[in-house]
DNA sequence: TTGAAAGCGCTAACAT
DNA sequence: ATGTTAGCGCTTTCAA
């Protein structure tokens, strides 16, 4: 392949054949040969065989930003999330993504670091793009993110939350109801001590509404967290085992810990396995989300399985459909596992 | 939100204020708009003030649809990646994302979901919007793909192996000799009834590489693997887990296994730990990638660590520089950890 | 069934 | 320093 013949400048005409070339080949109009491509309106059986024998010869790959800004629809879908490599997000992107391309959507995508001020200016650059639908996480956005996407003819799908005002759609989880959920679940199993460990609370805000749920049904109950936790950053399996290392260190006498997730809860189990500690017997241990990685441990993690796949799916669904704003609560599925 | 003022036909001209208008407002020439919009050519300060408020009056959002088209020049970058959820290839995304957004380039991705004739319809699609570069996993792809991405002006960047030609550029490492290297470790640690537990070794086309330096390694020490096992799908903990188990089963004198990755290694120390199989005394477990799952294992997993993020940052890095064409690959670090 | 022509909203000469 | 104008490659009336 010529180095010399590619260049970052790509797209130049000088890197593609036009329709209007393709319709020059063919003898017929360019109308024509759009028609058939698009496989709309009418042509005659004759006319499209021609079209086609002449898009194959010359190689025409159709331009689409022509196309967008011809037909001013466009059928790109700005997907601005905090992060990639949390399997959470890439769950519901995967679900996201199939009804889509069918439709012949394109996903774009841009990465926040759970910093709202990125991606406040990554939905300002999405929106020059023009995009069906922008997908967002959470509904924390700043107030200009907001006003930018109120302002848009586009659809705003706001996901994994539904504790909130939506801008438009929103599809999720109660996660003040999974915070309830879990504590529920563990004073319901007879524990009393029991502590909190998580990760940022404050970039991650569905992690701190389910602490938030947590700390009120523990309360409620006259049973109030016996210790708690937050470690900076993101949450992993790393921080998961020592964080619980240190917070048994200040705290003997847990016999239960809640974690922000599931990552965090198998660093736990982890810990407990090097420490000796019997695993519910002496503590239990309790995550959400419902990963894989839980239910293969040896002892299958106790935790709350959220719907990310449906997420996704559902998403897609509405945007496509042009369905009215709502918001859509899909639930979670309690998890009792072995290890609460 | 009035939801009736929203529709999927996205970005049709009621959606959107135009240079035009602006430049009406501001009581300028839309050039001298667009020239101070983009910080190019020149313009008095009085004029940039008036510009400004102007468009942020008006709440214009530039569109790029348009722009892209008039300067012939797009800052698309299109990923086809087999998968979103395996971190091997979110990794990479993640370390390619941060440099192309800084320069204003935007990622469009798609998921080929490991079949090469997907591959090559998401590739057709994403030429249809004119990327400055596509970005490809792996060596392996259809005579058209390879066609087409040869006849268009862009950059090609296929990631994660070295081992054949490549169409442009390509980053990784030689999945080969990282396979001969964990075999080697494997022998010099004194091993000498080595297995292999893997995945789909046709459609991961790299693990599949891996296999067979292993093998070579192994039958040049005369020393050639005593059981192997492929499983169907996708690796995960939980296949590696019950894959060890049926190993095992059928060759229950094994002293070392090598894995096709870190998943499956995890999921095979998982079954080690509640089979009460000592390792590495009765058993010794070798992965791949270094991801951090394995290394926050109470036993570190070894492991060779392969540098994702920098594959993604020097994808990003040639891209951007418009270096010739080259196969640039990166090495990797054998991690020795404790389970070998 | 088909073609001609007028844009879509911007950029990039080219004038001034 | 700024405005005018001709496209970029396609879609979409509107006639024929």
Not at 46 to 53: G, M, N, S
Not at 135 to 157: P, S
Not at 193 to 210: E, M, N, S, V
Not at 267 to 283: D, N, S, T, Y
């Amino acid at each position: 392949m010529a180095r010399d013949q590619r260049s970052t400048e790509a797209g130049r005409s000088g890197g593609g054949v036009t329709l209007a070339e393709v319709a020059a080949a063919a003898g017929v109009g360019e109308s024509t040969v759009s028609r058939v491509l698009r496989r709309h309106g009418s042509y005659s059986g004759r006319t499209r065989d021609r079209v086609i024998e002449a898009v194959e010869r010359l190689g025409y790959v159709p331009n689409r930003i022509a196309g967008t800004l011809a037909s001013t629809a466009s059928r790109l879908v700005a997907m601005v999330i905090p992060s990639v490599t949390n399997i959470v997000f890439t769950d519901v992107l995967n679900g996201i993504g199939g009804p889509l391309e069918e439709r012949g959507y394109q996903a774009v995508f841009a990465v926040t670091d759970y910093d709202p001020r990125r991606e406040e200016s990554l939905v300002a650059a999405m929106l020059a793009w023009r995009p069906a639908a922008v997908i967002l996480a959470g509904l924390e956005h700043t107030e200009a993110t907001r006003r930018m996407l109120g302002a848009q003819a586009c659809r705003v799908v706001e996901l994994l939350d539904t504790d909130g005002p939506a801008i438009d759609l929103a599809i999720g989880i109660s996660n003040r109801a999974a915070g309830r959920a879990g504590a529920g679940y563990l004073l319901g199993r007879g524990y009393r001590r029991i502590g909190y460990l998580g990760h940022d609370p404050f970039r991650d805000r569905r992690a701190g509404k389910r602490l938030e749920g947590f700390r009120a049904a523990l309360a409620e109950a006259g049973r109030p967290p016996a210790a708690e936790m937050v470690l900076e950053g993101a949450s992993s399996v790393a921080r998961g085992r020592e964080g619980l290392a240190r917070l048994l260190a200040g705290a003997p006498g847990l016999d239960a810990v809640y974690f922000s997730n599931d990552d965090m809860a198998v660093g736990g189990w982890f810990h407990c396995l090097e420490a000796g500690i019997a695993v519910p017997g002496r503590l239990a241990l309790f995550g959400h989300n419902g990963l894989d990685i839980g239910a293969a441990l040896p002892q299958p993690l106790a935790t709350l399985r959220t719907p990310r796949d449906a997420m996704g799916r559902e998403a897609a669904r509405l945007v496509l459909e042009d369905a009215p704003a709502q918001v859509l609560d899909l639930g979670f599925e309690l998890i009792p596992g072995a290890t609460a």
